[in-house]
């Protein structure tokens, strides 16, 4: 059974940093690329960034590129957004999900339960 | 990039109706598109992929459908677990743009 459990979630100030964490089980993780998802209070979802099988590739929407760094320790089948310089508008729970398949363009076909970030004084 | 709207952003039915909810791209997507059911409180779900491609143990009664630019998810017979949001995203190409949802609700 795929399982996708998140960390790292809580109140923090802006301005500051935090780092989230995924570990996946499961399936072979080495075999997907992944990615996160986020969604605000009340609001809908939101693709965030995106990592290559191998961890050789990420990419991220624009309003967290050169803010969020997304990283995978394959050996620890672990993923990581580490999110520096928050703003309010990242407030959101944040999930990280698996592709479909090998492809990361597929659809997300496994999803976590999510972590809250709240980014407030 | 492109910009994916739902209609309606409601809806209210009763349990046993055909339910109809629209997913409409700003850009030809050609069959790239998913749909995800999150009910309260839980994680969104892969229902659709491809616009006609149900995912694992998705009931029949879940049907999708389109090309282009205009996609339909239909539900056959909506049950009262059906109460959810439900998700359009366009997929294969990133940005993997979401709509921004249509709640259905039951009577």
């Known amino acids: 059974e795929v399982q996708l459990v998140e960390s790292g979630g809580g109140l923090v100030q802006p301005g500051r940093s935090l780092k989230l964490s995924c570990a996946a089980s499961?399936?072979?993780?080495?075999?997907?690329?992944m990615a996160w998802v986020r969604q605000a209070p009340k609001k809908g979802l939101e693709w965030v960034a995106t990592i290559s099988y191998d961890g050789g590739r990420s990419y991220y929407r624009d309003s967290v590129n050169g803010r969020f760094t997304f990283s995978r320790d394959n050996a620890k089948s672990t993923l990581y957004l580490q999110m520096d310089s928050l703003r309010s508008e990242d407030t959101a729970t944040y999930y990280c999900a698996r592709f479909l398949d090998y492809y990361d363009g597929s659809p997300f076909a496994y999803w976590g339960q999510g972590t809250l970030v709240t980014v407030s004084s | 990039n492109i910009v994916m709207t739902q209609s309606p952003k409601s809806m209210s039915i009763s349990v046993g109706d055909r339910v109809t909810m629209n997913c409409k791209a700003s850009q030809n997507v050609y069959n790239n598109i998913a749909w995800y059911q999150q009910k309260p409180g839980q994680s969104p779900k892969l229902l659709i992929y491809?616009?006609?491609n149900r995912f694992n143990r998705v009931p029949d009664r879940f049907t999708g459908s389109g090309y282009g630019t205009d996609f339909t998810l239909t539900i056959n017979s909506v049950q009262a677990e059906d109460a959810a949001f439900y998700y359009c995203q366009r997929i294969y190409i990133s940005p993997l743009t979401f709509g921004s949802g249509t709640k259905l609700e039951i009577k």
């Open positions: 491809y616009t006609s």
């Open positions: 499961g399936f072979t993780f080495t075999d997907y690329a």
